[in-house]
């Protein structure tokens, strides 16, 4: 199982950028996916996630700002990111899980599959 994320760059503030994760390997269609960032000097943090049934649930820094949703025909999961702050900047990861329970999502240790990350870097 392989999850290829793509997408990030550098934005200005306000600015907005769109991450994409592919999957292969595995149909996540009965799974979670989701995104989880990482900046330098700082524990890997939870952004946002698709449940099962579709609906996404968001980190209270990105709620109105970000959006997540999947393609399950395609195996993907995408993040569109607005209004983009210079506090945003770190590593995104796309992750996946087929066991996770809702409570667990914001842990980045329940996932088991893992992107390789994608920089996104938003200039002030």
């Known amino acids: 199982v392989q999850l290829q994320a793509s997408g990030g760059g550098l934005a200005q503030a306000g600015g907005s950028l769109r991450l994409s994760c592919a999957a292969s390997?595995?149909?996540?269609?009965?799974?979670?996916m989701g995104w989880f960032r990482q900046a330098p000097g700082k524990d890997r943090e939870f952004v946002a996630v698709?449940?099962?049934?579709?609906?996404?649930y968001y980190a209270d820094s990105v709620k109105g700002r970000f959006t997540v949703s999947r393609d399950k025909a395609k195996n993907m999961v995408y993040l569109q990111m607005n209004s983009l702050e210079p506090e945003d900047t770190a590593v995104y990861y796309c992750a996946a899980d087929f066991r996770i329970i809702l409570s667990s999502t914001w842990n980045w240790r329940n996932y088991d599959y893992w992107g390789q990350g994608t920089q996104v870097t938003v200039s002030s």
């Open positions: 698709t449940w099962r049934d579709g609906r996404g």
């Open positions: 390997g595995r149909s996540f269609s009965n799974g979670v």
